[in-house]
């Protein structure tokens, strides 16, 4: 939780303990506070829900500890297939966005030189082997999922895969206010022709320049950032085109030291 998640879980704590008939005085909430300061709002918000449900007593610590780190869909964290094919969708496709957990970041550094030599079904087997290695590991020091973004080209899939995230309580409402994009320039274009219609005043007219100017700003960023991403598009090729060709270069060598191990009984037979 952020310092400005601190009235909503405070509602939170409120809600549970009215539930079950009982008041939470100001210190105890603070105590709350502190113990789970660690883990989103979100996931905690679904952990209070599903004590509510599977207990009619008041919740304590080691309640909202059993959903926040059992594993399930309230914890967070996805199962490894689940994660395998999250990764996969994003890593394939550039339009793609991409909501990761630190597990499924470390799993894919492991499980990435395997699928560079093509070898999908091990790739997925070392992927989903660290993956489970490192949730266990976080699980076992109580560590909640922590997810980081990387967007992707298409702001289409953006939104949707940002506001998935958010009903999946792995991101914060606030935390995906903060990436979506504001107006774009087309849209202060149309708002600008909106202004310098008949009878515009002086000032709609200066505001609609103002907007006009910063539209063109937009496209000159827009621009560059899509030479940006061209050239870390060529970069990767040409870094992928390298990997290969030590690749090949190192099955070419061992396919010749097999034959050289195989031609060396039939030349001391012919002597």
């Not at 660690?38 to 610590?61: C, E, N, T, V």
């Not at 708002?191 to 496209?219: C, I, K, M, Y």
């Amino acid at each position: 939780m952020t310092p400005a998640d601190k009235p909503d879980f405070g509602r939170l704590l409120v809600t549970a303990f009215r539930f079950v008939g009982q008041e939470l005085t100001a210190e105890a909430a603070a105590d709350w506070y502190d113990e789970f300061e660690g883990y989103p709002l979100a996931a905690l918000a679904a952990a209070f829900r599903r004590h509510r449900r599977d207990s009619p007593y008041p919740p304590k610590p080691s309640d909202l500890y059993r959903h926040l780190d059992g594993g399930g869909a309230d914890a967070g964290r996805p199962t490894p297939d689940e994660a395998w094919g999250l990764l996969r969708r994003f890593v394939d496709d550039e339009a793609e966005t991409g909501v990761l957990s630190e597990e499924m970041r470390e799993a894919w550094a492991v499980c990435h030189p395997v699928l560079a030599t093509g070898d999908g079904v091990g790739a997925r087997r070392a992927f989903i082997d660290a993956y489970a290695r490192a949730v266990a590991a976080a699980r076992e020091r109580r560590e909640p999922a922590r997810w980081t973004v990387t967007l992707g080209a298409d702001p289409r899939l953006r939104e949707a895969r940002l506001r998935e995230a958010v009903a999946a309580g792995r991101l914060s409402a606030d935390h995906v206010r903060a990436l979506l994009p504001g107006p774009g320039a087309g849209s202060l274009e149309q708002v600008a022709g909106l202004l310098e219609g008949p009878g515009a005043s002086d000032q709609e007219r200066r505001t609609a320049e103002r907007f006009r100017a910063l539209a063109a700003l937009l496209r000159r960023q827009s621009d560059e950032e899509a030479r940006r991403r061209e050239a870390e598009k060529a970069r990767q090729r040409e870094a992928e085109a390298a990997r290969r060709e030590v690749i090949d270069a190192l099955v070419r060598q061992r396919e010749a030291k097999a034959a050289r191990r195989e031609e060396a009984p039939k030349k001391r037979a012919a002597r």
